[in-house]
């Protein structure tokens, strides 16, 4: 698996784990439980991570969701935190 998205954007990452369920892309979503570590104060971002099979896919619905400022792009993580 890759990392697509770094972000702590709670509602964003719920719209595309929706939008990668409805178009068959598998997605699994990591560092969901650090906020015990972080005192839910939501400041370590999750990582979205989909196979490497279905990065293209995935980079297109996103774009075409307009979500692409979320996208990790050359090893670095979109505009968006």
């Known amino acids: 698996m ?3 998205v770094r972000t702590n954007d709670l509602v ?3 719209l595309m784990e929706s939008l990668f369920r ?3 892309i598998g997605c699994l979503v990591l560092d969901q439980h650090m906020s015990v570590l ?3 104060i ?3 971002p999750r990582r979205v991570m989909v196979g490497e099979d279905e990065e293209e ?3 297109r619905l996103l774009t ?3 979500l692409a400022d979320f ?3 050359n090893g670095r993580s979109g505009t968006r935190k």
């Open 57 to 59: 896919k995935a980079r």
């Open 2 to 4: 890759i990392e697509l």
């Open 12 to 14: 964003a990452i719920s």
């Open 71 to 73: 996208l990790k792009a």
């Open 64 to 66: 075409e969701a307009g």
């Open 42 to 44: 939501g400041i370590l």
């Open 38 to 40: 972080e005192g839910s």
């Open 22 to 24: 409805e178009a068959g």
